[in-house]
């Protein structure tokens, strides 16, 4: 049984900084593509960062790059996403997943690409 727990969202002014964590368990972290995304009421779930099984590859949703990082520690099975400049349009729930089964050093943008996802946890951003 996988579980991801999600943690350290919050209430932040526009302009601030917060970073999220993302505690897995039940599957071999070192193996699996993470991602973390995002979404508001009323509206799918989006795509903000992926990051490869070993940490060397990631990539960002472009409204996101250069203010947010994805990082991983396998040692410690977390995932985290620092989240800098932060802006009102930020604001939503953010959801950390574990991407589906591969060999190589893939990251996902889809959906449905990812296997098991956390609760998620709330960003807001006040301006």
């Not at 350290?8 to 599957?27: E, P, T």
């Not at 990082?71 to 939503?92: C, F, H, I, P, W």
Request: charged residues 20%; proline residues 1%.
């Amino acid at each position: 049984q996988v579980q991801l727990v999600e943690s350290g969202g919050g209430l932040v002014q526009a302009g601030g900084s917060l970073r999220v964590s993302c505690a897995a368990s039940g599957r071999t972290f070192g193996e699996y593509a993470m991602g973390w995304f995002y979404q508001v009421p009323g509206k799918e779930r989006e795509f903000v960062a992926s990051i490869s099984r070993d940490g060397t590859s990631a990539d960002y949703v472009d409204s996101v790059k250069d203010r947010f990082t994805i990082s991983r520690d396998n040692a410690k099975n977390t995932v985290y996403l620092q989240m800098n400049s932060l802006q009102a349009e930020d604001t939503g729930v953010y959801y950390c997943a574990v991407g589906k089964a591969t060999y190589d050093f893939t990251i996902f943008y889809a959906s449905r690409d990812y296997e098991h996802w956390g609760q998620g946890i709330q960003v807001t951003v006040s301006s």
